[in-house]
């Protein structure tokens, strides 16, 4: 069990204490709580140094900029799906239905998502899909990294000693934004994933699309976009038959492995087919 716990109430107070290291940083607890108990189970060290985020005011809250949306690193799955955001965000939202049950997602937060780095954390997709980055403090400053840059493999990030992911930044995009998601599993929910898509795109005003985030989970290491399929939706409609864009040269970034789940060949084809049927969704949203 840890042997030291603390609640500090501001960013300042928190900043120092992980300044000394070995702190193991606590905010939903949906990751933390269910590693302590795996560790005491059988009988290996957990964490020792517990910093307990939660009472942090300044990590909390939703807000919509004139050029971007900050999500707290305390804001709940909850919070974000009950939010009044844009309606590119629903490829965030309908990721974090798929996050647990309803009382995780209470709890759990999107921060925790990702610096927990799992290959099937259900938000990484979106999240990239989205061009969101991540705020790192410290008490040497502040950083900002992309979350594809932030998430370097299976439970590894580039945060570093002292340093606490603070928020997460979403660009502004038009509000003709569209955004799909879809997620593979062996059941309808509380699974990990086989698969999943997450495809923003935005469009200008004759109706074509001028930007495009396509971004695969659970079939690589980290979450991959697919850059020359969004290179090749430039210029086309949402109402067109994208899905016949999708082959499986512009699926080379992934790298799907073999598990108890599905196998690397069953997880590239599905992967295919979720990304076609997204992109054939995408003009009847």
């Given at each position: 069990?840890?042997?030291?716990?603390?609640?500090?109430?501001?960013?300042?107070?928190?900043?120092?204490?992980?300044?000394?290291g070995?702190?193991?940083?606590?905010?939903?607890?949906?990751?933390?709580?269910p590693?302590?108990?795996?560790?005491?189970?059988?009988?290996r060290?957990?964490?020792?140094?517990?910093?307990?985020?939660?009472?942090?005011?300044?990590?909390?809250?939703?807000?919509?900029?004139?050029?971007?949306?900050?999500?707290?690193?305390?804001a709940?799955?909850?919070?974000?799906?009950?939010?009044?955001?844009?309606?590119?965000?629903?490829?965030?939202?309908?990721?974090?239905r798929?996050?647990?049950?309803?009382?995780?997602?209470?709890?759990?937060?999107?921060?925790?998502?990702?610096?927990?780095?799992?290959?099937?954390?259900?938000?990484?997709p979106?999240?990239?899909?989205?061009?969101?980055d991540?705020e790192?403090?410290?008490?040497g400053?502040?950083?900002?990294?992309?979350?594809?840059e932030?998430?370097?493999?299976?439970?590894?990030?580039?945060?570093q000693?002292g340093?606490?992911?603070?928020?997460i930044?979403?660009?502004?995009?038009?509000?003709?934004?569209?955004?799909?998601?879809?997620?593979?599993?062996?059941?309808?929910?509380?699974?990990?994933?086989?698969?999943?898509v997450?495809?923003?795109?935005?469009?200008?005003?004759?109706?074509?699309?001028?930007h495009?985030?396509?971004?695969?989970?659970?079939?690589?290491?980290?979450?991959q976009r697919l850059?020359?399929?969004?290179?090749?939706?430039?210029?086309?409609w949402?109402?067109?038959?994208?899905?016949?864009?999708?082959?499986?040269?512009?699926?080379s970034p992934?790298?799907p492995?073999?598990?108890?789940?599905?196998?690397?060949?069953?997880?590239?084809?599905?992967?295919?087919?979720l990304?076609?049927?997204?992109?054939?969704?995408l003009?009847?949203?």
């Open positions: 069990m840890p042997s030291t716990y603390e609640k500090p109430h501001t960013l300042d107070v928190a900043l120092d204490m992980l300044a000394s070995g702190w193991t940083v606590l905010s939903g607890g949906t990751d933390v709580f590693g302590l108990t795996d560790a005491q189970a059988w009988g060290p957990g964490p020792q140094r517990i910093l307990d985020i939660s009472g942090i005011g300044e990590l909390s809250g939703i807000e919509i900029r004139d050029d971007e949306v900050r999500l707290g690193a305390r709940t799955w909850t919070e974000m799906i009950e939010a009044d955001l844009p309606p590119y965000f629903n490829t965030l939202k309908a990721a974090g798929e996050v647990g049950g309803v009382q995780i997602q209470n709890r759990g937060t999107i921060a925790g998502n990702i610096c927990n780095a799992s290959p099937a954390a259900d938000g990484v979106a999240l990239i899909a989205l061009d969101a991540v790192l403090s410290g008490q400053g502040i950083r900002r990294l992309a979350v594809a932030f998430i370097q493999g299976n439970r590894r990030t580039a945060l000693d340093e606490l992911v603070t928020a930044y979403v660009p502004r995009r038009s509000s003709r934004a569209l955004s799909n998601f879809l997620k593979l599993g062996a059941r309808r929910y509380l699974i990990i994933s086989i698969a999943m997450a495809v923003v795109v935005d469009i200008d005003k004759s109706g074509a699309i001028n495009a985030g396509v971004a695969i989970g659970s079939c690589s290491e980290v979450a850059n020359s399929l969004e290179e090749n939706m430039i210029g086309r949402p109402e067109e038959d994208l899905s016949a864009l999708v082959t499986r040269d512009t699926l992934l790298s492995i073999d598990d108890i789940r599905a196998d690397a060949a069953y997880r590239m084809d599905a992967a295919q087919r990304v076609q049927r997204a992109l054939a969704d003009g009847t949203e």
